[in-house]
């Protein structure tokens, strides 16, 4: 059955492909799942048949016959152990690293990036927002440093590419602009080297055309 995933119909990100629908739209395609995806407002985030999907009126959400899933973490990882050896080794010992890594990358990688959007985007007119953004990128970084220690120049984190760096560069994306990254050249050719991917192109023009569709034609 084809799945249904819901998207930003109009995303603040204007395409740049930083909501969370683009992990799930580069796990469908990495595994060739076609897939149809509806577009919701934020008016229609907060209605109640949203809300019947996802609790807290977020995107993205999946839905695959009568299965419902939000959190993408959990949708990314429900594709992946679908198609069996392709976003997942299927050795055993190697799929629970994996794993881990799907978890460091959403519970230890991502908080304080979001934490720094937030600075940057929520509180900049605080009085104290200039005193705390170095702390912010301090904690960012100092995660940085131990990751690309772990990574070195590594094609990926643990053999092929897997769900694991799928995550990963999606949570690292997300730095883009912010001028933290330049610092890890590693992980930054990482990245790239993701972006290349036939399946990251793919998804990232999918979500880039419904911000280009919502534009009015010149
Ligand atoms: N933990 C959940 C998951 O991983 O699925 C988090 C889901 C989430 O934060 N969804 C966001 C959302 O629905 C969209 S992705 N926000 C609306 C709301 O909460 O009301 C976060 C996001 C939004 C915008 C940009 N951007 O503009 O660059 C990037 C990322």
Redesign the pocket.
């Known amino acids: 059955m084809m799945p249904t995933i819901t998207a ?1 119909a109009d ?3 204007q395409g ?1 492909g ?4 683009m992990r799930v739209r580069w796990a469908l395609e990495e595994v060739g799942q076609p897939y149809q995806v509806r577009l919701v407002s ?1 008016a229609q ?1 907060r209605a109640p048949a949203h809300l019947a999907l996802h609790p ?5 959400t999946y839905e695959e016959g009568t299965l419902t899933l ?4 959990a ?1 990314v990882l429900h594709i992946a152990e679908q198609h069996p050896g392709l976003l997942l080794p299927e050795e055993l010992d190697a799929r629970a690293r994996a794993i881990t890594w799907m978890f460091a990358a ?1 519970s230890t990688v991502e908080p304080p990036i979001v934490e720094l ?1 937030i600075a940057e985007l929520l509180e900049r007119n605080e009085s104290w927002s200039q005193q705390r953004l170095p702390l912010v990128k301090n904690r960012i970084h100092h995660r940085l440093r131990q990751l690309a220690a772990f990574m070195g120049p590594k094609d990926w984190l643990d053999g092929a590419f897997s769900a694991a760096d799928l995550m990963l560069v999606h949570v690292l994306l ?1 730095l883009s602009g912010a001028g933290i990254l330049e610092h890890y050249p590693d992980l930054r050719r990482y990245l790239a080297r993701a972006q290349e991917r036939p399946a990251y192109r793919r998804a990232f023009a999918a979500q880039l055309a419904v911000f280009t569709a919502s534009q009015p034609s010149a």
Do not use: K, T, Y
Not at 18 to 21: E, I, K, M
Not at 56 to 60: A, D, E, R
Not at 70 to 73: D, N
């Open positions: 930003f995303s603040p990100d740049a930083l909501a969370r629908d934020f985030m807290f009126g977020q995107i993205p939000f959190e993408s973490g949708i959403l959007e997300r």
